[in-house]
């Protein structure tokens, strides 16, 4: 693995269903974060952690919930899909020491959609 | 909160030309600005980084400047290439209750003809 991972690549999910992305990391960075990219709104953050054991909420948390359990992984779960979540979902790291001034490194992404 | 404004929204100029893609940020107490570079349908690719200390960057063909104090960053692409064609993120990042979490502008898509 070099760099971050995520998984599906893709995935079209009925409503209401539950769905966890996944995200994983290599780098040993603290911080991870996860963004969904919508057309003319760009991208948003919706949850993040600075450290393995905590965890905080973005601009858009709701719907969402994440946990981080040790450095490298850091799953994204829908509980209950709605149309609404139809996006692209992005994970990130970051080394938030300051010799790395937290230069941000991004997944492919996931594309979901929710029918 | 923090807004991120990128203009123009969209750019088409042919190879060879030298372009300039702007971003306005609304709050200067920033921790650092990041450029980054998106193809159709992939991830994001950091460009250039620059502290909040720093004026400006330099990676090859792109130089990106910061002037906080206006709430301006300039990434300058010089001579530019088909390959160069993507959309171009600027984003900041503030010391805040996200962490460093960073906040997107809406991105100048760019189009280098032959």
């Known amino acids: 693995i070099a760099g971050i991972t995520q998984a599906p690549t893709s995935q079209i999910l009925a409503a209401g269903r539950r769905m966890t992305l996944r995200c994983t990391q290599d780098m040993r960075h603290n911080a991870m974060y996860w963004y969904r990219q919508d057309l003319g709104l760009g991208l948003r953050l919706i949850h993040y952690s600075n450290t393995a054991g905590t965890t905080g909420k973005g601009e858009v948390p709701d719907g969402y919930s994440v946990s981080r359990a040790n450095t490298d992984d850091f799953p994204l779960t829908l509980a209950s899909a709605v149309p609404s979540q139809t996006s692209v979902y992005f994970c990130?790291?970051?080394?938030?020491?300051?010799?790395?001034?937290?230069?941000?490194?991004f997944g492919p992404g996931t594309r979901l959609t929710v029918l | 909160k923090q807004e991120v404004t990128q203009i123009p929204a969209a750019l088409s100029v042919p190879e060879g030309e030298n372009l300039v893609l702007n971003c306005s940020f609304t709050d200067s107490a920033i921790y650092n600005l990041q450029w980054f570079r998106q193809d159709p349908g992939k991830g994001l690719t950091s460009l250039l980084l620059i502290q909040s200390s720093q004026r400006e960057q330099t990676s090859g063909r792109l130089n990106a400047s910061l002037d906080k104090s206006s709430g301006r960053s300039t990434l300058y692409i010089a001579a530019s290439q088909p390959g160069d064609s993507a959309t171009y993120l600027c984003?900041?990042?503030?010391?805040?209750?996200?962490?460093?979490?960073?906040?997107f502008g809406k991105g100048t898509s760019l189009l280098v003809t032959p």
């Open positions: 990130a790291s970051s080394d938030s020491g300051h010799s790395s001034y937290n230069e941000q490194f």
């Open positions: 984003a900041v990042s503030l010391i805040s209750n996200s962490g460093y979490a960073l906040n």
